[in-house]
């Protein structure tokens, strides 16, 4: 009894039991109820959201202050002289966000007139959820407009009004739209960072920054974000006038699987400027289709991408092309056209797909999403990538300008490598983006754009020359019975390489021999003719793939 008592072990002990036996008898025999949820199988706040937090490498450091430790072990800290106004551990989905986006769990609904949806997962255990609006995706029969969450408790879903089912229904996909809207905010000189040496792979946010459902009218101004799972910075909902300024992106952990996918990415109406952004796995900016056809209207101007943190390349562009059956509330797409060069992993795009959907599995004439599909449609165009695309642009995504972009030799990308699905086989022309083949379109422009390639150069005098496709100049000294060129293999079955990507021939001598060119077999022609000959001293040949045939840019 000699020992002074903490206010905090006071309040703990003995005021809470005193607080405690006080209560009305209903609340006293729920307390202890509420006391020992937390030992209760599975219990896991933070799963309700998709959070991750308390894990090995999270939560050592405040243990070693708790228990006196700490700086036993510190004695390698260094003041680094920053200063930061807040710091957050562990940030579950998003490190930043404003607004909110639709959850969207599966479950069941068990009879006619069911007033609850049971086996609800992911489960949200959050009242803010109630009173917002409910739709059945898989089945929109069985919820009448205007339904509303009722309550949510744990696994289970209350219904306002009940159910109007028919049939039960195992496993449907819910979208619970937010009512929320947090725009017109202004954030600015705020640095988002995940520690790469204690959050890794999985255990990364999705997300440095979100631009979520209900976030209009905002401006993020120079923000920089470090380190995400999915997008360090995104635009995920369809929402009007976010404004992204002077953003840096970067991931230290490249090319390790848990570096982001795109350092920013956009689903509707954003102004983009001045962007840096720096090794992602797919791309630097991604500009994703928008469920039922709307346009984006998005603008982007003065990236730069710098894909050399670690000095590890990035892949070169290709993308996969190919068509398949969709079932809304379902994650299998059958009668899959072609699945060559389709790879678990790879981000899929399509108009009828949650945003961020992933290849979770793939064989012969199917692919299995990472995602439900949002609606039913046979012979849906599915665009997969599987290399740095620099901006993407896919199909659905209208009414979008690209300019001033350019790069470091490290993102292994040629002149203007912009790609876009626009006139690609399977996927019918979009009129309003024109990007790189000025046939393309009237509404969208890309313009003074700038890629330095990390090209091969490559001399030959052989008579016969393959090139490859990240071979984009060839520098021929022709014998005198001249040389044949076979221009790289574009296009393989389902899969597209480097659309707009210029290749060049040039006769290196002053000798008028004869220069043929020839495209890979299956890959079009040459300005509607089979070669393109010049026998020519010092002459020369360029020109890009559009996607079906080889077009010529200059000549001599």
């Known amino acids: 009894m000699d020992q002074t008592i903490a206010r905090r072990d006071f309040l703990q002990g003995a005021a809470i039991g005193v607080t405690v036996g006080a209560l009305a008898p209903e609340l006293a025999e729920a307390a202890p109820a509420e006391r020992e949820a937390q030992n209760a199988p599975g219990y896991y706040p933070p799963t309700r959201l998709g959070m991750r937090g308390s894990h090995p490498g999270s939560f050592e450091a405040a243990h070693e202050v708790r228990d006196n430790d700490f700086w036993k072990s510190a004695t390698s800290l260094v003041d680094t002289g920053e200063s930061y106004d807040l710091v957050v551990a562990g940030a579950g989905n998003s490190v930043f966000r404003c607004g909110q986006n639709d959850w969207m769990p599966t479950g069941n609904l068990s009879s006619v007139d069911s007033p609850t949806i049971t086996n609800v997962t992911p489960s949200y255990g959050n009242s803010v959820v109630k009173g917002m609006t409910i739709t059945d995706v898989t089945h929109p029969g069985n919820l009448a407009a205007g339904t509303t969450v009722g309550g949510v408790s744990n696994t289970t879903i209350t219904l306002s009004p009940a159910a109007t089912n028919s049939t039960t229904a195992t496993g ?17 000189n705020v640095r988002a960072e995940a520690d790469g040496a204690v959050f890794t792979g999985p255990l990364l946010p999705d ?19 470090v380190n995400a799972a999915i997008v360090n910075a995104a635009s995920d909902a369809l929402s009007d006038g976010r404004h ?17 996918m795109y350092g920013f990415e956009s689903y509707g109406h954003d102004y983009v400027g001045f962007p840096q952004i720096d090794d992602g796995r797919f791309g630097a900016i991604h500009i994703g289709p928008v469920h039922g056809g709307n346009r984006v209207g998005t603008r982007i101007y003065g990236t730069y991408m710098n894909c050399s943190i670690n000095a590890v390349p990035v892949r070169p562009a290709a993308v996969v092309v190919t068509t398949g059956d969709l079932s809304a509330g379902s994650t299998s797409v059958t009668s899959v056209a072609s699945t060559t060069g389709v790879n678990v992993g790879d981000p899929i795009s399509s108009p009828f797909l949650q945003v961020d959907t992933l290849v979770a599995a793939v064989s012969s004439g199917t692919i299995t999403l990472s995602k439900a599909a949002l609606q039913t449609q046979n012979t849906a165009q599915l665009t997969i990538s599987d290399g740095y695309q620099g901006i993407e642009i896919y199909p659905g995504s209208q009414d979008v300008t690209v300019a001033a972009t350019a790069s470091n030799p490290q993102c292994n ?14 996927i019918a022309a979009d009129p309003s983006t ?24 490559v001399t030959t005098n052989a008579s016969t020359f393959t090139m490859s496709t990240t071979q984009y100049h060839i520098c021929v000294s022709p014998p005198s019975t001249g040389t044949s060129v076979t221009l790289p293999p574009m296009q393989t079955t389902g899969t597209i390489y480097s659309v707009g990507v210029i290749y060049s021939v040039d006769n290196c001598t002053n ?22 000959t010049f026998s020519t001293a010092y002459g020369s040949w360029s020109g890009y793939y559009t996607g079906t045939n080889w077009k010529t840019t200059a000549h001599q």
């Not at 990308?413 to 399977?426: E, K, R, S």
């Open 434 to 457: 024109q990007i790189l083949a000025p046939s393309y379109g009237s509404y969208s422009t890309v313009f003074g754009t700038q890629a330095n390639a990390m090209a091969q150069v």
């Open 511 to 532: 000798n008028a021999y004869t220069i043929k060119i020839s495209p890979t077999s299956g890959n079009g022609n040459i300005d509607n003719a089979s070669t393109y």
């Open 207 to 225: 997300y440095d920054f979100e631009g979520a459902g209900g976030c209009h009218d905002t401006f993020f101004s120079k923000i920089v974000g």
């Open 413 to 426: 990308m040629a002149a203007n490598q912009i790609v876009t699905q626009d006139g690609l086989p399977g």
């Open 172 to 188: 449907d996909l819910f979208d619970i739209v937010p009512s929320a809207s947090q725009g017109n905010g202004w954030y600015t």
């Open 244 to 260: 992204w300024d002077n953003l840096h992106i970067f991931n230290t952990n490249y090319p390790d699987i848990g570096a982001a």
